[in-house]
């Protein structure tokens, strides 16, 4: 079975502080997709990165950078000198190739200034 | 190129009636996705449908809920005689049929039954 697991609900930080949010993820399969989703408050999900699971090298853009681990199963999401736009629920997810998207709970991010 | 379009973006009903939300997705793609937002929780899936085909409807509550992805026209959700706990965001996504791996999403419609 799939599962994915953010295990921080919520996190609160004050602005220009690096954060770390955190997903690990369970499958059997060899062949994966990872990726994060940004749920602002206006309710729409805003696609912010894919990783297959062949491809281990971490990425950066601009002030968000994610830590992929195939030992520990995790793919976290940093993102660095946090402002107040960054405030919203991330959501980690997994695809198979079952085609279904497996969603973790998602973390709620609190940025204030 | 349009994104994934979803309407009403929200949508009021009361208990006992029925709910349509459509999506039409983006061009060029031919498979459709509908998840489940309840409040305060992540996205669950529901179904995944091609063009006139139902592929996996696994997240499908047995009752009242219904899916179809017609040769012409928007990918329908249809719940039948809503009741409270079908209030949710429900968000619809496409993918080419290449490249399934990829699903934008749309804005969601949020569904409040009264």
């Known amino acids: 079975a799939q599962k994915v697991t953010q295990a921080q609900t919520e996190i609160s930080v004050v602005e220009k502080e690096d954060v770390t949010l955190d997903c690990v993820y369970e499958t059997r399969d060899t062949t994966y997709y990872l990726f994060w989703y940004k749920q602002p408050p206006s309710g729409e999900l805003v696609f912010l990165i894919r990783r297959n699971s062949f491809d281990e090298q971490n990425e950066i853009s601009g002030r968000y950078s994610w830590n992929f681990q195939k030992s520990t199963s995790s793919f976290n999401f940093t993102i660095t000198a946090s402002q107040v736009v960054d405030s919203a629920v991330y959501f980690c997810a997994l695809n198979t190739g079952f085609q279904k998207l497996v969603f973790g709970t998602g973390t709620r991010l609190l940025v204030s200034p | 190129n349009a994104g994934v379009m979803q309407n009403p973006r929200h949508l009021v009903r009361r208990r006992g009636q029925e709910a349509r939300l459509r999506c039409s997705p983006m061009?060029?793609?031919?498979?459709v996705y509908w998840y489940r937002q309840l409040p305060e929780e992540g996205l669950k899936f529901m179904v995944y449908l091609q063009k006139e085909n139902i592929i996996d409807e696994s997240g499908m509550p047995k009752e009242r809920f219904s899916a179809e992805f017609p040769k012409e026209g928007p990918s329908i959700l249809r719940i039948q005689q809503v009741v409270r706990g079908d209030s949710a965001a429900y968000f619809c996504a496409s993918s080419p049929p290449a490249g399934a791996y990829e699903q934008y999403f749309g804005p969601g419609t949020r569904l409040t039954v009264t």
């Open positions: 061009k060029g793609h031919s498979h």
